[in-house]
T-cell receptor, first 113, second 112 residues
């Protein structure tokens, strides 16, 4: 299995632009998680899905952030408009059972200028 | 919200020495997990210990869990330079449907 795939790996954009991050979970996994990692705040859970349905989005910082999972093999995290404070590494992870082993993608390093 | 807190924040040792990292959490759990993150990479699952287990081994890793103290420790024996990474504990909320909460990690540096 190729593992969790994320794209792009790096993204540099200017404040105000729309940013879309993509994730392909491991085939057969029914949970998908989006995290954000910064030095100051550590690893924060943004949102997670079970069987393509959003279960908990309480970690989404504000309305500028949205996430979708149109099917079992694809999810997006969108930031519109982006701000410099959104600069972070965004990770996608998937699991077969929600509270057990999670498999992380390589992350997308986002820099908003 | 409950959260695993690792201690120490940073640890520097020589190759061959043992490394011990601790994790404390606040609420009851179903399981506790340890993950490793190499620089610039995603997290990798190391080991899961359930609330009814007290100790678990995997290769050079030994994890203990004390639910009465709400704490866990990760021991890496005979460390190698390749063990240099950040180590995170993650706890669930003890309830179905809650997600894992990760601590801020211990950064381990192993020098040769």
């Amino acid at each position: 299995d190729a593992g969790v795939i994320q794209s792009p790996r790096h993204e540099v954009t200017e404040m105000g632009q729309e940013v879309t991050l993509r994730c392909k979970p491991i085939s057969g996994h029914d949970y998908l998680f989006w995290y954000r990692q910064t030095m100051m705040r550590g690893l924060e859970l943004l949102i997670y899905f079970n069987n393509n349905v959003p279960i908990d989005d309480s970690g989404m910082p504000e309305d500028r952030f949205s996430a979708k999972m149109p099917n079992a093999s694809f999810s997006t995290l969108k930031i519109q408009p982006s701000e410099p404070r959104d600069s972070a590494v965004y990770f996608c992870a998937s699991s077969l059972r929600g509270l057990e082993t999670q498999y992380f993608g390589p992350g997308t390093r986002l820099l908003v200028l | 919200s409950q959260q695993g807190e690792e201690d120490p924040q940073a640890l520097s040792i020589q190759e061959g020495e043992n490394a011990t990292m601790n994790c404390s959490y606040k609420t009851s759990i179903n399981n506790l997990q340890w993950y490793r993150q190499n620089s610039g990479r995603g997290l990798v699952h190391l080991i899961l210990i359930r609330s009814n287990e007290r100790e678990k081994h995997s290769g050079r890793l030994r994890v203990t869990l004390d639910t009465s103290k709400k704490s866990s420790s990760l021991l890496i024996t005979a460390s190698r330079a390749a063990d240099t990474a950040s180590y995170f504990c993650a706890t669930d909320g003890g309830q179905a449907g809650t997600a894992l909460i990760f601590g801020k990690g211990t950064t381990l540096s192993v020098s040769s």
